[in-house]
């Protein structure tokens, strides 16, 4: 899209719209798309490929007895049971997940290879170390940690059900009772480990109930076990040491994988909204305005990011750092003009507008060398979008009598491509004016400024629904009164 057209708010949805198809809100379907179709579909076969050849040479130990029919026939079926298993997780991720939601391949391309490293790494220990070492838990703490709760889930239901397939398959590779008692046993320890300790929290605290839940469901694994199964004294060790392999190389990798996908986690995040952050304090210290909008923005958009299931953590982060621009000249905005002196009274409106407008590429060049996470740097691009700086434009065309170029005070950045971009657009938006407003009613004024931002087509390029929008709206109305600690209005005693 051309530089003017985003400038003018306008996009192909906003064509269509013209045309009389209903397109307000709804996610654009562009050539991206197609194009992460086909490679999570090439991943898909390149991940099943190089799996069954490792199970073929390195775990079935190639076609000792040459290349019989039942041989090939055992590894043919390999390959359709991963191929498979990858296709529903990719279509899972696509429709019901996190993980495809931003057009980007990359969280599925991580989910995809940790789950390939899992079964590759199950099937190698069953046959050569033990059936119940099977680092399967490893694969769902990561993959959580890494893509999200649910892509785990679903990875590792999936990925115990084609090892399950595979074993059942290949009788002469593995003693099938005891590898299919052992993945049921990691499966579950898997699942207790995560869902008994949370996400949000010290990486200690986390490590700690990592270890403790993953050795009680070892020791109910341990119970099932001796009931189903020939069960041995060495093979509940190796149930209780695969619990401790999987936490310990899931600690040990997670810092590496932050770094080398890039990935967001809430490990990672956490970090950002410490107070102690360097770069808050350094906000706080230039800009104590801007700091103290900020915190109320975080905690509006951590509210609204919670209601439309959106990631609470990141939504606060964002909005901790959207505004970290205004520190290069933090004079230049009201909240942080104490003393009564305004820089914009001896400016002409132009430069005013360019000052303001400057804060959000600013913002994105200290994110970025600061090495922030790609997620917040873009919330922080976006939070303006498009829109228009309103109190500037009127000063000009007041003091101006010819025609006035309007782009030169609209914001010059990308509209919202992501759910939380859009909510912290609104709730800056309306933490500003409810500030300046706080005798407005702030229901009707809540629902004029957001549907002034629809009116704009701010939120074009971003799959928020309208039913999102409203439940965002409901949250604000909810929290706003909290926030602006209005008092409850004492009934006027009536008379006798
Ligand atoms: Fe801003
Ligand atoms: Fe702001």
Same mark, same amino acid.
């Given at each position: 899209?051309?530089?003017?057209?985003?400038?003018?708010?306008?996009?192909? *949805?906003?064509?269509?719209?013209?045309?009389?198809?209903?397109?307000?809100?709804?996610?654009?379907?562009?050539?991206?798309? =197609?194009?992460?179709?086909?490679?999570?579909?090439?991943l898909n076969a390149a991940v099943s490929c190089v799996l069954t050849l490792f199970y073929a040479f390195a775990v079935r130990g190639g076609f000792g007895t040459g290349w019989d029919r039942e041989s090939i026939t055992e590894v043919i079926t390999v390959f359709f049971v991963l191929t498979?298993?990858?296709?529903?997780?990719?279509?899972?991720?696509?429709?019901?997940?996190?993980?495809?939601?931003?057009?980007?391949?990359?969280?599925?391309?991580?989910?995809?290879?940790?789950?390939?490293?899992? &079964?590759?790494?199950?099937?190698?220990?069953?046959?050569?170390?033990?059936?119940?070492? &099977?680092?399967?838990?490893?694969?769902?703490?990561?993959?959580?940690?890494? +893509?999200?709760?649910? @892509?785990?889930?679903?990875?590792?239901?999936?990925? *115990?059900?084609?090892?399950?397939?595979? &074993?059942?398959?290949?009788?002469?590779?593995?003693? +099938?009772?005891?590898?299919?008692?052992?993945?049921?046993?990691?499966?579950?320890?898997?699942?207790?480990?995560?869902?008994?300790?949370?996400?949000?929290?010290?990486?200690?605290?986390?490590?700690?109930?990592?270890?403790?839940?993953?050795?009680?469901?070892? *020791?109910?694994?341990?119970?099932?076990?001796?009931?189903?199964?020939?069960?041995?004294?060495?093979?509940?060790?190796?149930?209780?040491?695969?619990?401790?392999?999987?936490?310990?190389?899931?600690?040990?990798?997670?810092?590496?994988?932050?770094?080398?996908?890039? +990935?967001?986690?809430?490990?990672?995040?956490?970090?950002? @909204?410490?107070?102690?952050?360097?770069?808050? %304090?350094?906000?706080?210290?230039?800009?104590?305005?801007?700091?103290?909008?900020?915190?109320?923005?975080?905690?509006?958009?951590?509210?609204?990011?919670?209601?439309?299931? /959106?990631?609470?953590?990141?939504?606060?982060?964002?909005?901790?750092?959207?505004?970290?621009?205004?520190?290069?000249?933090?004079?230049?905005?009201?909240?942080?003009?104490?003393?009564?002196?305004?820089?914009?009274?001896?400016?002409?409106?132009?430069?005013?507008?360019?000052?303001?407008?400057?804060? @959000?590429?600013?913002?994105?060049?200290?994110?970025k060398e600061k090495g922030f996470p790609e997620e917040i740097v873009r919330a922080a691009e976006e939070h303006h979008g498009t829109s228009p700086v309103n109190f500037f434009y009127n000063k000009a065309k007041y003091m101006t009598e010819g025609g006035l170029e309007s782009t030169d005070? &609209?914001?010059?950045?990308?509209?919202?491509? @992501?759910?939380?971009?859009?909510?912290?657009?609104?709730?800056?938006?309306?933490?500003?004016?409810? =500030?300046?407003?706080?005798?407005?009613?702030? /229901?009707?004024?809540?629902?004029?400024?957001?549907?002034?931002?629809?009116?704009?087509?701010?939120?074009?390029?971003?799959?928020?629904?309208?039913?999102?929008?409203?439940?965002?709206?409901?949250?604000?109305?909810?929290?706003?009164?909290?926030?602006?600690?209005? =008092?409850? =209005?004492?009934?006027?005693?009536? %008379?006798?």
């Amino acid at each position: 899209m051309s530089k003017e057209k985003r400038r003018a708010g306008a996009s192909a *949805a906003d064509t269509a719209e013209e045309n009389g198809e209903n397109t307000a809100l709804a996610p654009k379907k562009d050539k991206r798309a =197609r194009a992460q179709f086909f490679k999570a579909l090439g991943l898909n076969a390149a991940v099943s490929c190089v799996l069954t050849l490792f199970y073929a040479f390195a775990v079935r130990g190639g076609f000792g007895t040459g290349w019989d029919r039942e041989s090939i026939t055992e590894v043919i079926t390999v390959f359709f049971v991963l191929t498979l298993v990858y296709i529903l997780l990719f279509a899972y991720e696509k429709y019901f997940a996190e993980a495809l939601k931003g057009n980007s391949i990359k969280p599925f391309a991580v989910s995809l290879l940790i789950s390939a490293a899992t &079964v590759g790494a199950s099937l190698a220990f069953m046959k050569y170390v033990s059936v119940f070492f &099977v680092p399967i838990a490893f694969l769902f703490l990561l993959c959580a940690a890494l +893509v999200g709760l649910r @892509t785990a889930i679903f990875n590792l239901f999936t990925t *115990a059900l084609a090892l399950c397939f595979i &074993v059942l398959n290949n009788n002469g590779v593995y003693d +099938v009772n005891g590898a299919i008692c052992g993945i049921l046993c990691n499966t579950f320890t898997g699942a207790l480990m995560i869902f008994a300790s949370g996400k949000n929290g010290k990486r200690v605290d986390i490590l700690f109930y990592n270890v403790f839940f993953g050795f009680i469901a070892a *020791a109910i694994s341990t119970v099932y076990a001796t009931l189903s199964y020939e069960f041995s004294t060495e093979n509940a060790l190796w149930l209780f040491a695969s619990v401790v392999a999987s936490v310990a190389v899931f600690w040990l990798l997670l810092p590496v994988f932050d770094k080398i996908f890039d +990935v967001c986690t809430d490990f990672r995040i956490f970090e950002y @909204t410490n107070p102690a952050n360097p770069v808050l %304090k350094e906000l706080k210290e230039k800009a104590p305005g801007t700091y103290h909008h900020s915190i109320m923005v975080a905690s509006l958009a951590e509210a609204c990011a919670e209601a439309v299931g /959106e990631n609470p953590l990141l939504a606060r982060a964002s909005a901790y750092y959207h505004d970290i621009g205004k520190i290069k000249a933090p004079e230049f905005f009201g909240e942080n003009q104490f003393d009564g002196y305004n820089p914009h009274d001896e400016l002409i409106p132009e430069v005013s507008a360019s000052k303001i407008i400057a804060h @959000t590429k600013n913002g994105v060049q200290i994110l970025k060398e600061k090495g922030f996470p790609e997620e917040i740097v873009r919330a922080a691009e976006e939070h303006h979008g498009t829109s228009p700086v309103n109190f500037f434009y009127n000063k000009a065309k007041y003091m101006t009598e010819g025609g006035l170029e309007s782009t030169d005070y &609209v914001y010059d950045n990308h509209k919202p491509t @992501t759910k939380i971009s859009a909510i912290l657009m609104i709730c800056d938006t309306v933490e500003s004016a409810v =500030r300046a407003n706080q005798s407005a009613d702030t /229901e009707a004024l809540i629902a004029k400024l957001i549907k002034d931002k629809i009116d704009m087509g701010q939120f074009n390029e971003c799959d928020i629904s309208l039913k999102d929008i409203e439940i965002i709206k409901k949250t604000l109305v909810e929290s706003i009164p909290h926030m602006f600690h209005s =008092r409850v =209005r004492y009934q006027t005693e009536k %008379k006798e």
